[in-house]
């Protein structure tokens, strides 16, 4: 049980603690903000006596990352069983009271250079001022001293001060030598004790994420295993291949899926650390192998997955089976993906719904088609009905796919078009196109619902140029036609957007309601083909409601 105990240090003791590495900022900790005037000020409240606040220090000997270096200070790591005190309340003042006595320069992520060097103790200041300045300007020199230098303990620098300054050099030295520094250690608590104690201590900030405590928890120095680090390789070596959008949780949770199968907060939290790094290069390497599939299925970038999600029962079909899926296997994998993202699978529950799904992926595995328990609704008239375009919901991610698994080709000269991830965050990014111009449709037909004319039936991929400077606002057939002229195979390209003949589709005539129909037939047509029939015809049930009302709050707005 967790047990509160005295924390008091002195100057002498601080300072030696840090220096030795015996107080370590955990990662879980938010960055060094304070500058160097908040550090003068820090000091000369210590000088002037002013209470600074309690230092919380949670002590324990477990192994965790935590930030080393202070500046340009480079730190000793701790012995494995060694007692450490992480600092759970007070690092600013702490990182700022070190800095200010060590005279250290802190470079900032920005490439901003903060001298904790430049602070200085007035020596002729009056007791209404701060004795603790930044800035000595045109002061006459062995006025002011570096606190630096007033703490370094060079005893011929310090008389070559003057005779009436030696009483206040000693005083002040004095002062923060015999400082007390009021603190409380946190002793036999476990890393969830600690951390809700650093969220609670700290409410004017953001709750520590799952992610940041499992990186403090993990970290390994003697198996070189710091998941911050891990992360950030895994995310570069994705980001090669535009799949860097898999988020940290994600990853967890496919980690916890391959020990435990299960993938709930609480079980995260409870993965043994060297089993999470002994699985780390399965998990990962799982991952990749999922990202290769969806690539190669023609779901080009991380941003059209309808759920992050999906990559945690794929990396557990590719951690169980690591042949490449052909066959029944491969249409029943397929099968599995489109219930998911047409059934509004991972709107909530998410956690829940993962492992329940695993079993299904041991089904298909061992050759056996799984039952679904939750709708998939297709049927033309319901996807009319719920299809306007907005990228934050799955539906709309999963027609998307199916457009980008069509290599949609360029109007212009029938080349494959450039997806990017960087261009599919929002619906008016460049890569979304609406085949009857939003522009157009307000000016020629503004009875028309804008409901109707934002449907992911009226959107097309192409390439930022054609978009916005070739397209803008004309009709369809008066696009189209300029494009005939540098595209003899036009008609090819209009079929990699599932629009497949222009006059029947009412492409030529600018006649919205009869595309709208025709594309809708034909996009309903495709992803019937995804399906494979369930004996209890849940490819034609009702979808529900309330997963879907829930995903629509998460969406972006049009």
Request: net charge negative; glycine share 4%.
């Amino acid at each position: 049980m967790a047990t509160l105990d005295n924390g008091d240090k002195n100057f002498e003791q601080i300072v030696n603690e840090i220096t030795t590495g015996q107080i370590k900022i955990p990662q879980f900790q938010r960055k060094f903000v304070w500058d160097v005037k908040s550090s003068a000020k820090l000091i000369d409240s210590i000088i002037k006596g002013f209470p600074i606040g309690t230092f919380i220090y949670w002590r324990t000997n477990e192994e965790l990352r935590s930030v080393r270096n202070i500046g340009n200070l480079s730190l000793p790591t701790q012995n494995k069983g060694e007692f450490v005190n992480y600092v759970l309340d007070g690092q600013q003042r702490i990182t700022s009271f070190f800095a200010a006595v060590k005279g250290v320069a802190i470079k900032r992520d920005d490439g901003k250079i903060d001298d904790y060097s430049k602070i200085f103790i007035d020596l002729e200041c009056d007791s209404d001022n701060d004795i603790v300045i930044t800035d000595v300007g045109e002061r006459a020199d062995k006025t002011f001293i570096r606190l630096a230098d007033l703490m370094r303990t060079d005893f011929a620098f310090l008389a070559s001060f003057p005779n009436d300054k030696q009483p206040l050099l000693t005083k002040y030295r004095q002062i923060l030598e015999g400082y007390n520094f009021r603190g409380v250690n946190l002793k036999n608590a476990d890393i969830n004790v600690a951390t809700e104690v650093f969220t609670r201590l700290n409410v004017g900030g953001k709750e520590l994420t799952l992610f940041e405590i499992m990186v403090a928890k993990t970290y390994d120095a003697n198996r070189k295993f710091d998941l911050s680090e891990k992360y950030e390789e895994l995310k570069k070596e994705l980001s090669a291949v535009n799949y860097e959008t898999i988020s940290s949780s994600t990853v967890l949770q496919v980690v916890s899926m391959l020990i435990a199968k299960d993938v709930t907060r609480k079980q995260i939290l409870k993965l043994d650390k060297n089993e999470f790094i002994d699985y780390w290069t399965s998990a990962t390497d799982s991952i990749k192998m999922t990202v290769d599939f969806f690539r190669n299925y023609g779901i080009a970038v991380s941003r059209l997955l309808p759920y992050n999600a999906l990559i945690v029962p794929f990396s557990y079909y590719f951690y169980k089976h690591k042949v490449t899926p052909s066959g029944n296997m491969l249409k029943m994998l397929e099968d599995f993906f489109w219930r998911c993202s047409l059934g509004f699978r991972y709107s909530n529950g998410v956690e829940g719904k993962l492992a329940q799904d695993i079993d299904k992926i041991d089904k298909i595995i061992s050759g056996e088609l799984p039952t679904y328990e939750w709708n998939t609704n297709i049927d033309k008239e319901n996807l009319l009905n719920i299809g306007y375009f907005s990228t934050g919901r799955s539906l709309i991610k999963a027609i998307l796919c199916l457009y980008s698994m069509n290599n949609p080709r360029s109007f212009n000269n029938n080349l494959s078009v450039r997806i990017d991830n960087s261009w599919l965050k929002v619906s008016t990014s460049k890569n979304y196109h609406h085949f009857f111009p939003k522009a157009y449709m307000r000016k020629n037909f503004p009875h028309i619902s804008n409901n109707l004319v934002n449907h992911i039936f009226n959107i097309t991929i192409v390439d930022d140029y054609l978009n916005k400077r070739q397209i803008k606002a004309k009709a369809p057939a008066e696009y189209i036609n300029e494009f005939i002229k540098s595209n003899s195979e036009i008609d090819i390209s209009l079929e990699s957007h599932l629009i497949f003949d222009k006059d029947e589709f009412g492409v030529m005539s600018n006649d919205f309601e009869t595309f709208i129909d025709k594309r809708a037939t034909a996009v309903c047509d495709q992803l019937q083909l995804k399906l494979i029939s369930q004996t209890t015809g849940n490819e034609v049930q009702t979808e529900n409601d309330n997963e879907l009302e829930e995903e629509l709050e998460l969406s972006d707005d049009i």
